[in-house]
């Protein structure tokens, strides 16, 4: 990988179609993290993932008038410490953000995201790390206030809370469309995945479709939920 800081443009190529002033000019770098941490950073996701969804099972409570501006809130709170972490992790390894900002992920989804382009250039190990550290800290602190909710607060609104928020990290963990859980994927694989669907390794093309098709089902329950709401 290759970055153009006149143009702030980056490229893609083989070692040997590089110029041989670039070549001579790069100073070799090896990576800070072995591969035994990247895959346990990835274990770890999994782990924190699976506690939420079985404390949370057991701590379902009903709904109260508080539940949806809790939630809205804790929900902020949440998206604002993942961005945090993507961009400290980022800066941890030597390499900036390249924007901050707020886009409708296919033009379906609202999202405020941070534009990491320099990730590229870090090993794949490390790209792990900054990819998963977003999800590591939203999980390990719904799993904190899911317990304190549950051993001194046990507010029904506050449970609605973290399960809004569970569910928006484990969409986010899953390796679909260009999630975090995507981009780990494609890391920990050592995976560079073309623009065209058909010149991607098989099992990656399963995953991008699977990937669109469950986002489609998604929207279409979600309308077809609403509509039949507004009609009752």
């Known amino acids: 990988m290759i970055f153009d800081r006149v143009k702030a443009e980056y490229y ?3 070692v040997d179609a590089v110029p041989e002033a670039i070549r001579a000019a790069a ?4 990576s800070s993290i072995p591969p035994w941490a990247a895959w346990s950073t990835a274990g770890l ?4 993932l699976v506690l939420n969804a079985v404390l949370l099972r057991a701590s379902v409570q009903p709904l109260d008038a508080a539940s ?3 939630s809205a809130g804790y929900l902020l709170v949440s998206i604002v410490l993942h961005e945090a972490a993507h961009v400290v992790a980022l800066l941890q390894f030597g390499r900036s953000i390249d924007r901050v900002g707020f886009k409708l992920n296919h033009r379906v989804f609202p999202a405020f995201y941070v534009r990491m382009n ?20 939203n999980l390990s ?15 029904s609104a ?10 928006a990290i484990g969409w986010n963990v899953l390796p679909i469309l260009n999630s975090d859980g995507y981009r780990v994927l494609l890391a920990l694989t050592a995976t560079d995945a073309a623009r065209l669907l058909i010149a991607n390794p098989p099992w990656l093309i399963a ?3 699977l990937g669109v098709a469950s986002t489609v089902l998604v929207v279409l329950r979600t309308a077809f939920d609403l509509t039949r709401s507004l009609l009752d």
């Open 207 to 209: 995953v991008k479709v």
């Open 12 to 14: 893609r190529a083989p």
């Open 141 to 155: 602190l719904n799993l904190a206030v899911i317990l304190l909710n549950g051993v001194t607060i046990q507010s």
């Open 68 to 70: 949806g501006v809790i």
């Open 118 to 137: 320099q990730s590229l250039l870090l090993s794949r190990g490390e790209q792990v790390v900054v990819h998963a550290s977003g999800a590591l800290v």
């Open 45 to 48: 996701v999994l782990v924190l």
């Open 158 to 167: 506050l449970s609605v809370a973290t399960s809004v928020v569970f569910i």
């Open 27 to 30: 100073r070799p770098r090896r």
